[in-house]
């Protein structure tokens, strides 16, 4: 087996990994060491130009008013339910069928998750699933846009309205996204991205950022972040450390320009998946005009062996998630809960790779071997 380090791209004797997120920054390589070079010239590393610029940058993408860059994507869901008024002894209804951090930041801020499920087609928040679980205890309503399918946000905020709820959308897999030509981000009374290295906007480190159009929730976010202080470093509430940094903010305003050629590339890449499946025994990701796939998964029975057979015979590496929902997790268990279509879908989603750099040229292959090992393991 080989052993050639990831920068050197994708050996065709070797296993096909799922993602390469190591390629994207070879590609930019140049770009990206100009920028840290500047900021190494400056000297300055944090809460500087380039934070600032790239705040103004992913704003303009996004259409959006006001973006705070911060640590993380976690600590992006945390400041954002503080400034949204989440506090402890309310409840927030979000979904299962997500990573744990976004029941983390509910419970970090003091509130309780409550989970309802997904809707089988676009995955994400079931609209009537939601409704049913607003108690007088909800303070707010938390979707996820899964694999970059963005959620059912007009139905959503429907209900939040009714409601008087506020809704913050996590958009850690939905850079890019849109909804009629109006991109996730904007589509709730703030978002929360995670510039996670294997995001679909991927710093070299940990960064995030909340975007909202309600300039005094964007201004509390920036306290939140910097302990608290106004502009003349007086702490007037609590807050903690929790900036993106000057390197990682040069690094993501060299990526951004691409990201919208990332997101084509990935939906080519969806379309021949969709051709080359098609009639095959598996349920498809929706086809969704405004998905930015940062996964590729079906569903099938007998995930776990189909998965196996693609690795050891065919060599090509898949992933899976979630296999658990969050509310099958030891901490955030609830006695009792069934959330049926995300505990199917936790045995049966199968993400195939989609990172352009790892699939482009090979998704007939890799799609003749998941049809191949579904028909072995039957
Ligand atoms: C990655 C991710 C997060 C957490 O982001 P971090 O930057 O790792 O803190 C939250 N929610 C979802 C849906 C994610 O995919």
Same mark, same amino acid.
């Given at each position: 087996m080989s052993s050639r380090p990831d920068h050197q791209g994708p050996d065709r004797d070797a296993l096909m990994p799922l &993602? @390469?997120? $190591?390629l994207r920054f070879a590609e930019h390589r140049t770009a990206i060491e100009q920028a840290i070079a500047r900021v190494f010239a400056r000297g300055? !590393?944090? @809460?500087g130009e380039e934070v600032a610029a790239f705040e103004a940058e992913f704003a303009q993408y996004l259409d959006a008013r006001h973006v705070v860059a911060v640590g993380s994507g976690t600590q992006a869901l945390c400041f954002a339910l503080l400034a949204l008024g989440v506090k402890p002894g309310d409840e927030v209804v979000t979904v &299962?069928? /997500? !990573? &744990?951090a976004t029941a983390a930041a509910i419970e970090l801020v003091g509130a309780r998750p409550v989970f309802v499920d997904v809707d089988p087609v676009t995955r994400c928040m079931h609209p009537r699933a939601l409704e049913a679980a607003i108690g007088l205890a909800t303070a707010a309503i938390l979707p996820v846009d899964l694999h970059g399918c963005p959620a059912d946000m007009d139905a959503i905020n429907d209900v939040a309205r009714r409601h008087g709820l506020a809704v913050l959308a996590d958009c850690a897999q939905s850079h890019g996204a849109s909804i009629g030509g109006r991109? /996730? $981000? /904007? @589509? &709730?009374d703030a978002s929360a991205f995670s510039f996670y290295p294997t995001k679909l906007l991927g710093a070299a480190g940990d960064g995030g950022a909340v975007v909202t159009n309600d300039a005094a929730l964007a201004e509390r976010v920036r306290r939140l972040r910097n302990y608290g202080f106004d502009d003349t470093a007086r702490a007037i509430e609590l807050g903690t450390n929790g900036r993106l940094d000057e390197l990682q903010a040069a690094i993501l305003r060299v990526l951004l320009p691409d990201l919208d050629r990332q997101i084509s590339r990935r939906r080519a890449l969806a379309a021949q998946y969709r051709e080359h499946l098609n009639g095959a025994p598996l349920e498809l990701p929706l086809a969704h005009d405004g998905a930015v796939y940062y996964q590729f998964a079906i569903a099938l029975d007998q995930r776990d062996q189909v998965r196996q057979r693609l690795r050891t015979r065919h060599r090509i590496d898949t992933g899976v998630h979630f296999e658990l929902g969050v509310h099958q997790h030891p901490h955030f268990a609830r006695p009792g809960l069934v959330l049926s279509v995300t505990e199917r879908l936790g045995r049966q989603l199968l993400s195939l790779p989609i990172q352009p750099e790892v699939a482009e040229g090979r998704v007939s292959e890799i799609a003749e071997a998941v049809i191949e090992s579904i028909r072995e393991c039957r």
């Open positions: &993602a @390469l997120p $190591g300055k !590393f944090i @809460l &299962a069928m /997500t !990573f &744990a991109r /996730t $981000g /904007t @589509l &709730a």
